[in-house]
C-alpha cells in the first residue's frame, strides 16, 4: 500500500512570496491533516478535512494560509504572502476513519519550507 | 488552547540504560498517542492509550495513561541506538477527535 506522497520536498522562497503544497493521502482515507513542525518542536495542527469538509481551521491563519481538498482526495496547502516566520515542515496526514479516539494517521515526509 | 508539556526536551544517555518520558497536561483527552519521529520523516505512531490508568507493553517500552486521562509516560528499558529520535505524545479530543501534539523530547542513545 502506497504511503502518503508529498511535494515538493523542499522549497525556497523570499518573503511576501507565494507558495503551494500537494498532498496525496493514502487511498481511501476519510480523514486529511495539514501540520506545521517547527525544527524541534511538536507538529501543530492547520487544518482537518473529513472527507472534503472541514471539521476544523482554528489554528490556520487565514490571512495568508489557504487549504483546500478536491473531491475528498487530494489537498493543497497555500500561503500567500509568506513571512519569515513560515519557515518549517509542513507535514500531511491521512487516517482510513471517521474522526474516532484510536484513529490511526500516517504522515508523509514533510515539505522543508525555508523563507529568506 | 490545549497544551501538552513533555518532559525532558532533550535526552542523552548511553546504551543500556533507562529511561522514562513524562507528557502532561490540565486538559482531559480521550485518547493518548506516542509517535517516534526520525529526520527528514514523518511521526510513526507507536501506540495508543484510551483508558484511564491503562498500561502498554510493546518490546522494551512502556506506556501508561494516567488514571485522570490528562497525562502520560513513556519508559525504555535497555536503550539501543535505534531508539535515538524525537518522541511525540499526541492527545485526542473533542467530536472530531482534535489533535494536540506535545512539544517533543529528543532522545540520543550513543553505542
Known amino acids: 500500500e502506497a504511503g502518503v506522497a508529498q511535494s515538493p520536498r523542499y522549497k525556497i522562497i523570499e518573503k511576501r512570496q507565494s507558495v503551494a503544497f500537494w498532498c496525496n493521502p493514502i487511498?481511501?482515507?476519510?480523514?486529511l491533516y495539514w501540520y506545521q513542525q517547527i525544527l524541534g518542536q511538536g507538529p501543530k495542527l492547520l487544518i482537518q478535512f473529513q472527507n472534503n469538509g472541514v471539521v476544523d481551521d482554528s489554528q490556520l491563519p487565514k490571512d495568508r494560509f489557504s487549504a483546500e481538498r478536491l473531491k475528498g482526495v487530494d489537498s493543497t496547502l497555500k500561503i500567500q504572502p509568506a513571512k519569515l516566520e513560515d519557515s518549517a515542515v509542513y507535514l500531511c496526514a491521512s487516517s482510513p476513519r471517521l474522526a474516532g479516539p484510536r484513529d490511526t494517521q500516517y504522515f508523509g515526509p514533510g515539505t522543508r519550507l525555508t523563507v529568506l | 488552547t490545549q497544551l501538552l508539556e513533555q518532559s525532558p526536551q532533550f535526552l542523552s544517555i548511553q546504551e543500556g540504560e533507562n529511561l522514562t518520558v513524562y507528557c502532561n497536561s490540565s486538559s482531559v483527552f480521550s485518547s493518548l498517542q506516542w509517535y517516534r519521529q526520525e529526520p527528514g520523516e514523518g511521526p510513526v505512531l507507536l501506540v495508543t492509550v484510551v483508558t484511564g490508568g491503562e498500561v502498554k507493553k510493546l518490546k522494551r517500552l512502556t506506556f501508561q495513561f494516567g488514571d485522570a486521562r490528562k497525562d502520560s509516560s513513556l519508559h525504555i528499558t535497555a536503550a539501543q541506538p535505534g531508539d535515538t529520535g524525537l518522541y511525540l505524545c499526541?492527545?485526542?479530543?473533542?467530536?472530531?477527535?482534535?489533535?494536540?501534539f506535545g512539544t517533543g523530547t529528543k532522545l540520543q542513545v550513543i553505542p
Open positions: 499526541a492527545g485526542l479530543s473533542g467530536g472530531y477527535q482534535k489533535v494536540t
Open positions: 487511498s481511501g482515507h476519510a480523514t
